[in-house]
């Protein structure tokens, strides 16, 4: 049984940072890619930010690049989102997902995905 765990998420000022956590369990994670998404309110999940299988590799979403950094602990199985230069429209539940296939072009067809965990930001 696959689980992802996110944490790190809550409130803060806008220019500010958080750091997100994604703890992976069930299985040996060194050949799959992982990545975030988020969803605002009325709106639909979108692609965040995806790192590769190795972590050679990572692939941003326009409105976060220069700001999000995705980096990964092959040995924990944890994948981490730094947050900085946050927005009002950074709002949003994010969401850790992992694949065997690159996430970045399987967008929200992974197949494992954590439960979510709230960021706000306010203006």
């Known amino acids: 049984q696959v689980q992802l765990v996110e944490s790190g998420g809550g409130l803060v000022q806008a220019g500010g940072s958080l750091r997100l956590s994604c703890a992976a369990s069930g299985r040996t994670f060194s050949r799959y890619y992982m990545g975030w998404f988020r969803r605002a309110p009325g709106k639909e999940r979108e692609f965040v930010a995806a790192?590769?299988?190795?972590?050679?590799?990572?692939y941003y979403a326009d409105s976060v690049e220069g700001r999000f950094t995705i980096s990964r602990d092959i040995a924990k199985n944890t994948v981490y989102l730094q947050m900085n230069s946050l927005k009002p429209e950074d709002t949003a539940v994010y969401y850790c997902?992992?694949?065997?296939?690159?996430?970045?072009?399987?967008?929200?067809?992974?197949?494992?995905w954590g439960q979510g965990t709230q960021v706000t930001v306010s203006s």
């Open positions: 790192n590769s299988w190795n972590g050679g590799n990572t």
């Open positions: 997902a992992t694949d065997r296939r690159p996430i970045e072009l399987v967008g929200v067809g992974c197949d494992y």
